[in-house]
C-alpha cells in the first residue's frame, strides 16, 4: 500500500510533503499491475520468471510490462521476489525494470527509505 501521511501524526508540515512527492513518485514510476491472458498456442512456449519452469502455448500467464517484455509467470508465481507472498489484484512494483524481480509494495518501499519505527510506514 502506498505511504498515508495521515496516520502518521508525528510528521510535520515539511515531511509530510515529502512523503507526499515520494508516494507520487513511486507509484509513476515503479507501480504496475499485471494481465492475465493465455500464451497463443501457436508459441513454443515460455519460461516463467519465478520458478524457472515451462509455460506451455495455451496455459494462462501472467505478463508485467514494468519488468520487461515477453517475460512471464505462472499464475501461483506471480509474487514478490523477497517475501514470496502473492502479489494482490496483480499489483507489482519494479525497481527500474529489474528483468523480472517483482516486489509487494512493503518490500518495494523498504528498498527506497527506511521505516518509521512508530507507525511503520516508509
Known amino acids: 500500500h502506498p505511504p498515508q501521511p495521515q496516520f502518521c501524526h508525528d510528521l510535520d508540515e515539511a515531511e509530510r510533503r515529502e512523503l507526499k512527492l515520494f508516494a507520487q ?10 494481465s492475465v491472458r493465455p500464451l497463443p498456442l501457436t508459441s513454443a512456449g515460455a519460461v516463467c520468471q ?4 515451462p509455460v ?4 494462462l500467464a501472467v ?6 517484455l515477453g517475460l512471464c509467470w505462472h ?16 499489483v ?4 527500474g525494470g529489474a528483468g523480472g524481480r517483482l516486489l509487494c509494495g512493503r518490500h518495494h518501499g523498504d528498498t ?3 521505516r518509521c519505527p512508530g507507525c511503520d510506514e516508509v
Do not use: I, S
Not at 519465478?50 to 519452469?53: A, V
Not at 506451455?56 to 496455459?59: I, S, T, Y
Open 75 to 90: 499464475p501461483q508465481c506471480f509474487q514478490c521476489h523477497q517475501c514470496r507472498q502473492p502479489l494482490v489484484d496483480l
Open 25 to 34: 513518485r513511486r507509484k509513476r514510476e515503479n507501480l504496475g499491475q499485471g
Open 63 to 68: 505478463f508485467a510490462g514494468r519488468a520487461g
Open 92 to 95: 507489482y512494483f519494479c525497481p
Open 50 to 53: 519465478q520458478c524457472g519452469g
Open 56 to 59: 506451455r502455448g495455451g496455459a
Open 112 to 114: 527506497l527509505r527506511h
